[in-house]
């Protein structure tokens, strides 16, 4: 955990909630079966089978659901009392750190200082209302290169690459790219200034919110847009083409993955200076930092790159750490399924054998990663189980057919591993999310809705006569409510089965008392949990529903 600001200091509370290794990503066993979830889950995966077949996993499900279950908590009850605490804190920011899957933990005037200052300061506008491949690859490309020993290995990063792009310049390189592309109409109907319109409508629409105030982003790509690395590439290969080629003194290699650099100078280090001073006076947003080798050493990615001092050869690799990194991985208590944790321990062994370029490199990483998994509650002979069937995998598997349906269900220990079997004798497979997690209980950065401005949910409507309207919407609940109140008002008893109970027995409903019983932004799974909700809740009209049997 990492504690910014001059009087921050971590309470017992918050290490109770956040140390031992836990981290956001700890998810938090359930108090109570989420029945409806499930139900809705099998139900939208037998309308993917036969009728005959459904029934019988419909059948076999619920004998699965119906037998009594006690889920034991993940955390003590000091723990939980100290959670509702921090989750009521108003006067502290908990966040995920950018790199090292560290915790954030602010003051809540810092940070809404700091936010406030970065809106001043950068390119943004207020607005009125709400409006590179990887490190296997590049491993591959080292093992073909060599290297002397006057040559130098160097880094370059380039500056908060994304909020940096000049965006007309790169739409107008897109449209070059465009207007020369002779096999563009086999790919799209649109001509080429309805594509650039529309790509310049989802660029320069980008907004985000800080508590009850919108802004806009004036310069650059906006971070978390699924088309700011896609522009920012585009970009970057014109600069390149442009400038990086053309210099007099070339880079021998010039690997770029997003906004990092790995080049390899055979110029000297006062060419090298002369190069970033180049690189830096084209364009006036796009800044370029250098690290240079060190003991002949450089790190990149997640590698640490030696050079072979005693022969003119290439290199040795082993996996580098930044000094940001926290060792926080999945923790083993997390309610997470078992698959899950051996899945890490699995991509930590991958990621060893990969990077290290000779044995004793990689045995003293299965050592690292023993130790750090054991601080994550990992048991170590898990670990050397999991590290044998790594190494020695079973060639008995019988090839698997492709499943005649995917079904995706909440993990509930001594549950959903039943429901997995099962629906492996149907041929399903079955897969585990988790929800309740501590970072969904405790970061929040965006003001909490009122209930009524909730989307996307399954709401109730109370009646004097002591039943309930359900329903569901995807817009928000008090525009939906509004609706049904014209209807009322209206006599429009065609358009809402609400305003018929109104008007066929004279009763008074109770607007004010609306409630959401469950968000879900799927249309068909909020359509199966509305049914569900009518069936189990004696909703006043259970018509026009998906049948739930």
């Known amino acids: 955990m990492i504690p910014i600001g001059k009087k921050m200091q971590l309470t017992q509370k918050t290490n109770m909630c956040l140390g031992h290794k836990k981290g956001l990503n700890f998810a938090l066993t359930p108090k109570d079966v989420p029945t409806l979830d499930i139900i809705t889950s099998i139900e939208e995966t037998c309308q993917k089978l036969s009728e005959d077949v459904s029934n019988e996993f419909r059948i076999r499900s619920k004998m699965i659901l119906e037998k009594p279950l006690k889920i034991k908590s993940n955390i003590s009850k000091e723990e939980m009392l100290a959670l509702k605490e921090l989750k009521n804190d108003k006067d502290i ?155 007099i003194n070339k880079p ?44 002949n050493k450089l790190p990149f990615l997640d590698v640490m790159i030696s050079k072979n001092t005693e022969i003119n050869s290439n290199f040795q690799t082993n996996v ?76 008995n598997n019988q090839q698997r057919q492709n499943p005649v349906a995917n079904m995706t269900i909440p993990y509930i220990p001594g549950i959903s591993e039943k429901l997995k079997k099962l629906g492996n004798n149907f041929n399903i497979r079955t897969a585990f999310k988790t929800n309740n997690t501590l970072r969904s209980i405790l970061t929040h950065t965006k003001p909490i809705n009122k209930e009524q401005n909730e989307k996307n949910c399954i709401y109730q409507i109370p009646c004097q006569c002591g039943k309930h309207y359900i329903g569901e919407t995807s817009r928000p609940l008090d525009v939906r409510i509004k609706e049904h109140k014209n209807y009322v008002r209206n006599y429009q008893v065609d358009r809402s089965n609400l305003a018929q109970h109104v008007w066929d027995n004279h009763h008074q409903i109770n607007w004010k008392e609306a409630s959401i019983i469950q968000k879900e932004q799927n249309f068909g799974k909020r359509k199966l949990k509305e049914s569900a909700c009518i069936q189990l809740n004696g909703g006043v009209f259970p018509n026009n529903v998906f049948p739930v049997k």
């Not at 698959?339 to 060893?352: F, N």
């Open 93 to 247: 920011k908990i966040l995920p750190a950018d790199k090292g899957n560290a915790t954030v933990i602010m003051n809540t005037g810092d940070y809404n200082s700091k936010i406030s200052n970065l809106i001043t300061e950068g390119q943004y506008t207020k607005l009125n209302k709400d409006p590179t491949k990887n490190t296997p690859h590049f491993i591959e490309k080292l093992t073909t290169i060599n290297i002397n020993s006057t040559e130098l290995l160097v880094s370059f990063d380039v500056v908060s690459l994304f909020t940096n792009v000049p965006v007309d310049k790169t739409l107008s390189i897109v449209r070059n790219k465009l207007e020369n592309d002779n096999n563009l109409k086999d790919r799209t109907k649109l001509n080429v200034s309805a594509f650039m319109e529309l790509l310049t409508l989802c660029i320069k629409t980008t907004y985000f919110q800080l508590e009850n105030d919108f802004y806009q982003q004036d310069f650059g790509m906006a971070m978390g847009s699924s088309l700011s690395p896609i522009m920012s590439n585009i970009f970057m290969e014109h600069f390149e083409e442009t400038y990086v080629k053309s210099y």
């Open 252 to 295: 021998k290699i010039w690997w770029r993955y997003v906004d990092d650099v790995f080049s390899i100078w055979p110029h000297g280090q006062d060419n090298l200076t002369d190069f970033l001073n180049f690189l830096n006076n084209i364009e006036p947003t796009i800044k370029f930092t250098l690290e240079l080798e060190e003991n």
């Open 320 to 395: 580098y750490r930044k000094k940001t990194n926290t060792n926080r991985y999945l923790n083993f208590n997390s309610n997470h399924h078992l698959s899950i944790k051996k899945g890490v321990i699995k991509s930590l062994y991958d990621r060893a054998k990969l990077v290290s370029s000779n044995v004793n490199f990689f045995n003293q990483e299965k050592d690292h990663i023993k130790n750090i998994l054991k601080e994550n509650a990992y048991p170590i002979n898990l670990v050397d189980r999991a590290f044998l069937q790594i190494e020695n995998p079973s060639h």
